[in-house]
DNA sequence: AACACGGGGTT
DNA sequence: AACCCAGTGTT
């Protein structure tokens, strides 16, 4: 036996406190589980697109998605026979683009691995890229009924509140703790209702500003709430420092097209396009037009002009606020450079439609007439 | 254990 | 303006 922190935490449920929980939690759920797109049925690969899209990301947000991805997309074979480009223009403006990448590879490997079904062990899922511990565990349950313990934003915050999890959620520890716990709170069997009831507890009553104890089902089960702890526990997700960047996006003319580059895999955006984008330092307007010129050569190797400014966007990138001027210049010579590392074309504005972009590469797009 | 990775919604 | 979101993969 290794050494143990000393037990801080209150006494654990015990078994017929957890028979009751299970019972309440999942009677809540029949009466107040939301109508969701991914809960038509069950089918293993609309649970995995949708396990996958939900990841860091709000059901509301997902929603428009998931719906037409099945739409265009309906099957596993749909999705690795499509070109990645399809597929990143389905998931533009999702964000965590790496999520899109993933999914696309891992159909290819069901489909030529697994005869196209998707797999049904905790071995065979984690060995999918872009599926992890949570979105295995979510799977096994969800599409296939099995038992498998789950722990996301919803259980992490829920659970820790029914533990009174004293220590960090977020250490090592913390973590431990809660796949400990969401293990023991598994029921017999009904694994697919049981985890979705447990997202949606968290989600709708155990919220993380002013829970809503007074109509939680398990309030009488709630360690943290039984001893008004509830806004004294640790919070379950991490500080984030914001750093501010400014930086310079060109749309480089020349005749009736424009100059996009495909970012590389050590970048934002891997896979998706965009303009020809780089940090700027100069202050003044002088020098920004000259550090456009040098970055626009050493990106692409086109030379090119800037004439004026034609927007200043602002958005937030992880841990980044960015600062992005929007400039247009003219083509002024220079031999374009484009290789398997870094593609880079001239296209018409209207071919941008079915080009994946960022959120501000399409708003940019948008203002130069495609 | 810390960090990168998007973008938008809520408080 | 913070905070938050059905996490995963890399360093």
Same mark, same amino acid.
């Given at each position: 036996?290794?050494?143990?922190?000393?037990?801080? $935490?209150?006494?654990?449920?015990?078994?017929?406190?957890?028979?009751?929980?299970?019972?309440?939690?999942?009677?809540?759920?029949?009466?107040?589980?939301? $109508?969701?797109?991914?809960?038509?049925?069950?089918?293993?690969?609309?649970?995995?697109?949708?396990?996958?899209?939900? %990841?860091?990301? %709000?059901?509301?947000?997902?929603?428009?998605?998931?719906?037409?991805?099945?739409?265009?997309?309906?099957?596993?074979?749909?999705?690795?026979?499509?070109?990645?480009?399809?597929?990143?223009?389905?998931?533009?403006?999702?964000?965590?683009?790496?999520?899109?990448?993933?999914?696309?590879?891992?159909?290819?490997?069901?489909?030529?691995?697994?005869?196209?079904?998707?797999?049904?062990?905790?071995?065979?899922?984690?060995?999918?890229?872009?599926?992890?511990?949570?979105?295995?565990?979510?799977?096994?349950?969800?599409?296939?009924?099995?038992?498998?313990?789950?722990?996301?934003?919803?259980?992490?915050?829920?659970?820790?509140?029914?533990?009174?999890?004293?220590?960090?959620?977020?250490?090592?520890?913390?973590?431990?703790?809660?796949?400990?716990?969401?293990?023991?709170?598994?029921?017999?069997?009904?694994?697919?209702?049981?985890? %979705?009831?447990?997202?949606?507890?968290?989600?709708?009553?155990?919220?993380?500003?002013?829970? #809503?104890?007074?109509?939680?089902?398990?309030?009488?089960?709630? !360690?943290?709430?039984?001893?008004? *702890?509830?806004?004294?526990?640790?919070?379950?997700?991490?500080?984030?420092?914001?750093?501010?960047?400014?930086? *310079?996006?060109?749309?480089?003319?020349?005749? $009736?097209?424009?100059?996009?580059?495909?970012?590389?895999?050590?970048? !934002? &955006?891997?896979?998706? &396009?965009?303009?020809?984008?780089?940090?700027?330092?100069?202050?003044?307007?002088?020098?920004?037009?000259?550090?456009?010129?040098?970055?626009? #050569?050493?990106?692409?190797?086109?030379?090119?002009?800037?004439?004026?400014?034609?927007?200043?966007?602002?958005?937030?990138?992880?841990?980044?606020?960015?600062?992005?001027?929007?400039?247009?210049?003219?083509?002024?010579?220079?031999?374009?450079?484009?290789?398997?590392?870094?593609?880079?074309?001239?296209?018409?504005?209207?071919?941008? *439609?079915?080009?994946?972009?960022?959120?501000?590469?399409?708003?940019?797009?948008?203002?130069?007439?495609?």
């Amino acid at each position: 036996m290794s050494r143990r922190q000393p037990q801080t $935490d209150p006494p654990n449920l015990d078994a017929p406190e957890l028979r009751a929980l299970r019972r309440k939690l999942l009677a809540w759920y029949g009466r107040n589980a939301r $109508d969701l797109p991914w809960r038509k049925n069950r089918d293993p690969y609309r649970v995995w697109l949708s396990e996958v899209m939900l %990841q860091q990301t %709000q059901v509301e947000a997902v929603r428009p998605y998931f719906l037409r991805f099945t739409g265009e997309l309906p099957a596993v074979e749909d999705l690795a026979s499509a070109d990645e480009s399809r597929v990143l223009r389905l998931w533009e403006g999702l964000g965590y683009y790496r999520r899109a990448r993933s999914l696309h590879a891992a159909a290819k490997k069901i489909v030529a691995e697994h005869d196209g079904r998707l797999p049904d062990t905790l071995e065979g899922l984690m060995a999918l890229p872009g599926v992890g511990r949570y979105t295995a565990g979510a799977i096994l349950s969800i599409a296939y009924d099995k038992r498998a313990p789950i722990v996301e934003a919803n259980t992490r915050r829920l659970y820790a509140r029914l533990m009174a999890l004293e220590v960090d959620p977020t250490s090592t520890e913390g973590e431990r703790r809660l796949w400990e716990f969401a293990e023991r709170l598994l029921p017999r069997s009904g694994f697919s209702n049981f985890s %979705q009831a447990l997202m949606e507890l968290g989600s709708l009553v155990c919220t993380p500003k002013t829970p #809503r104890c007074d109509a939680c089902p398990v309030a009488k089960h709630c !360690r943290a709430y039984q001893a008004g *702890a509830i806004e004294s526990l640790a919070p379950v997700t991490r500080k984030v420092k914001f750093t501010d960047l400014r930086e *310079a996006a060109v749309v480089v003319r020349k005749a $009736d097209k424009v100059l996009v580059r495909q970012c590389g895999e050590g970048e !934002r &955006w891997a896979g998706l &396009w965009d303009f020809p984008r780089f940090e700027l330092e100069a202050e003044s307007p002088a020098g920004a037009k000259s550090e456009i010129t040098q970055k626009v #050569r050493e990106l692409t190797g086109v030379a090119c002009e800037p004439t004026e400014k034609i927007a200043t966007l602002k958005h937030g990138v992880t841990r980044y606020r960015i600062t992005l001027e929007c400039y247009e210049a003219r083509h002024t010579g220079g031999r374009l450079r484009s290789n398997k590392d870094s593609p880079a074309q001239w296209v018409a504005p209207s071919e941008l *439609a079915d080009t994946p972009l960022s959120v501000t590469g399409r708003k940019l797009a948008g203002r130069i007439g495609g």
